[in-house]
């Protein structure tokens, strides 16, 4: 498939952004990550939308959701620029699959698959590089630059508490959503529990061979 439009599907520590950033150079489309778009504009005067808290902040680092009229806006605005594009982190619930519906038509769903020990154990471990905005894991992949390894920083949402609060927001939440393309028929699910190389080879034989 030359320039997918695609989601990529899976719980908090899946392996959609280190997969994600695979996808975006193969098939040279757009990365939308609601959580990096979030993540970037976490002090946003939201009070004007009728909503609990004043910023996204408040709800991430409790791990809540951060209202739907917030992140369908960046959705909206992100896709009308792009050819191709791999989705993360969106749709989160049904009301977000019913939104993402009325913007945009998709080729493929793809779920990552992972069990739930695995993933505290990816998240707690996660660091990040600020200057090049790269994925590390302290065990399963760690920089082999000691520069770069004293400049990695952990994500303030990947605490123990945290991490199993978003959880219970995901099988809450997002569970549904994966159901719901299940049941439409255009589900793809990958064994996300393998090595990331062999992760990423399940990934693009799944993109390639979606007519
Ligand atoms: P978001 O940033 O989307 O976070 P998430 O869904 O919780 O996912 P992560 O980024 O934590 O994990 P990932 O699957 O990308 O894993 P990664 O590749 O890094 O959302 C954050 C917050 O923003 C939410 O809680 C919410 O508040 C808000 N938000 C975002 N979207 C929203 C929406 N639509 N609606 C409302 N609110 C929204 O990998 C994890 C670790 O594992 C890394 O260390 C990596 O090196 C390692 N790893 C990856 N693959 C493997 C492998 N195969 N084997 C071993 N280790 C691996």
Do not use: W
């Given at each position: 498939m030359a320039q997918p439009r695609m989601l990529i599907l899976g719980a908090p520590g899946a392996g959609k952004g280190t997969q994600s950033?695979?996808?975006?150079?193969?098939?040279?489309?757009?990365?939308?990550?609601?959580?990096?778009?979030?993540?970037?504009?976490?002090?946003?005067?939201?009070?004007?939308?009728?909503?609990?808290?004043?910023?996204?902040r408040e709800y991430m680092d409790q791990g809540e959701l951060v209202p739907d009229e917030v992140v369908n806006a960046i959705v909206d605005e992100a896709l009308s620029q792009a050819d191709g594009f791999v989705l993360d982190g969106y749709p989160r619930n049904l009301e977000q699959a019913d939104e993402l519906e009325d913007m945009t038509d998709l080729d493929l769903a793809l779920y990552l698959d992972v069990s739930e020990e695995e993933l505290v154990h990816r998240l707690t471990g996660r660091r990040l590089d600020p200057e090049t905005g790269d994925?590390?894991?302290?065990?399963?992949?760690?920089?082999?630059?000691?520069?770069?390894?004293?400049?990695?920083?952990?994500?303030?949402?990947?605490?123990?508490?945290?991490?199993?609060?978003?959880?219970?927001?995901?099988?809450?939440?997002?569970?549904?959503?994966?159901?719901?393309?299940?049941?439409?028929?255009?589900?793809?699910?990958?064994?996300?529990?393998q090595a990331p190389e062999d992760v990423w080879e399940d990934v693009k034989k799944t993109i390639e061979n979606t007519d």
């Open positions: 950033a695979k996808i975006t150079d193969e098939f040279d489309i757009d990365h939308v990550t609601t959580g990096d778009a979030l993540r970037a504009n976490k002090e946003m005067d939201i009070s004007e939308m009728d909503t609990e808290y004043d910023t996204p994925i590390y894991h302290v065990e399963y992949n760690p920089p082999e630059d000691p520069e770069v390894e004293d400049r990695l920083e952990q994500r303030e949402d990947d605490t123990e508490e945290t991490v199993k609060e978003r959880l219970r927001v995901f099988r809450e939440n997002t569970e549904p959503v994966i159901d719901h393309y299940e049941d439409e028929g255009s589900l793809e699910r990958v064994d996300g529990e």
